[in-house]
């Protein structure tokens, strides 16, 4: 049986419900016919222009909100790529064919994205709900009251959403605040790493706060050797980010009295017993010997730190692996592993959000991570780290959180 030829162009102008499509700059693009009908514009009042050139607010309206929460889904829509869906609001329409009478609305919206082919937000599609004539509803004369009544209830409890959404945003906003003095005190920039040029990144998973439960840390060692972390702690938030920055802080003082990376690790370890929230972290430290010219390390269940030698080749770092802090019912040594190093080499440290896919398997994720410091081993290690944020990030962002450490040895 042949395939049938679908025209989506009118399958689209058919569609039951009101429907529109608009860019990322809430510009209309396109409307189904019901959109038309029943907001009372044509095509051509429609296409091209601004939505809310289109359907400004109720100026006569003092404590109108739809036009700022209609926005503000849209915008939402547009920076995480996910559908958003409103609760019930007013939004009174101007009759086109009598200028500055306002028509009242109630609208059930919902906000979807279409995704480009670079995986951005390329269209945001806008189905509305028209729901007036229920609200109005006066089936009889004798029910008029019980009409006005509910009316009146569904849209106090309409405003008493708004009103409420309106305060998660506030409260949203003042904790995003904290969490970006967190994250200022807790994951500063590095200074200078010896002899060694380093980079940092730090990227939150979408839609989370700016901070959360990964970190990085680089410690300047006697004698001019370096010391390098990166770690993940179980879970998203400020709890999170707390217990991160007081593991972060012991294993920075642990770095610079140990004899090696699995010495610094057992002392975290038995410091993570003690800290709520602490358990199965996953942490991978390792020492950088310049004069010697060896990499010693020693990991607790992280993902294998790379080593991108100068002739493009990678070896990951995976032959000191152990279970993440506090797994164990008691204390055990930790095995730590010595590698060597040409000139030029380049250390990377990450964590699993740089490279874990639940699709795949972790081997296909390393070797994804291999190709891309292959194919850019002759950069820096800022726009090196840059490259690898491109290359391995989803374009409309990542669930989890990354912490990146990019080092030339």
Known sequence: MRKPQIDYAAVFRALPGMVALLTPDLVYADAND????????????????????????????????????????????????????????????????????????????????????????????????????????????GDDDRARVLEAELYT?????????????????????????????????????????????????????????????????????????????????????????????????????????AQALEALGLYARSVEGAESTTVVTAFVDRAARTVTYSSAGHPPPALLHPDGTVTFLDRATDPPLAARPEHLARPQTRTSFEEGATLVLYTDGLIERRTEDIDASLARLADSLARHRAR??????????????????????????????
Not at 168 to 187: D, G, I, P, T
Not at 197 to 226: I, S
Request: negative net charge; charged residues 25%.
């Open 157 to 261: 409890r309409a405003r008493e959403l708004q009103e409420v959404n309106e305060r998660l945003r506030r409260a949203h906003a003042r904790e995003r605040e904290v969490a970006l003095a967190l994250q200022a005190a807790m994951l500063p920039a590095p200074g200078p790493a010896g002899r060694h040029a380093a980079a940092v990144r730090y990227r939150p998973a979408t839609g989370a706060l700016n901070v959360c439960g990964d970190w990085y840390d680089l410690v300047d060692l006697p004698g001019g050797d370096l010391a390098v972390a990166v770690g993940d702690v179980v879970g998203h938030g400020l709890a999170a980010a707390c217990v991160m920055g007081q593991l972060r802080s012991a294993l920075s003082a642990a770095c610079r009295v140990a004899d090696g990376p």
């Open 34 to 141: 019901d959109f038309l009908r029943l907001a009372g514009r044509t095509r051509d009042q429609l296409l091209g222009r601004y939505i809310f050139d289109v359907f400004p607010e109720n100026p006569n309206d003092a404590a109108a909100a739809g036009r700022r929460e209609t926005e503000a889904s849209m915008l939402r829509v547009v920076a995480s790529g996910e559908r958003d869906t409103m609760a019930l609001l007013r939004y009174d329409i101007e009759d086109p064919a009598r200028p500055g009478v306002w028509q009242e609305h109630y609208w059930s919206p919902v906000n979807a994205p279409v995704l480009g082919p670079d995986g951005k937000v390329a269209l945001v599609v806008h189905r509305v709900e028209e729901i007036t004539e229920l609200i109005r509803a006066r089936g009889n004369p």
């Open 380 to 409: 820096d290690p800022e726009s090196l780290a840059d490259a690898l944020l491109t290359d391995l990030l989803p374009a409309a962002g990542n669930s989890d959180d990354t912490a990146l450490v990019v080092i030339r040895l």
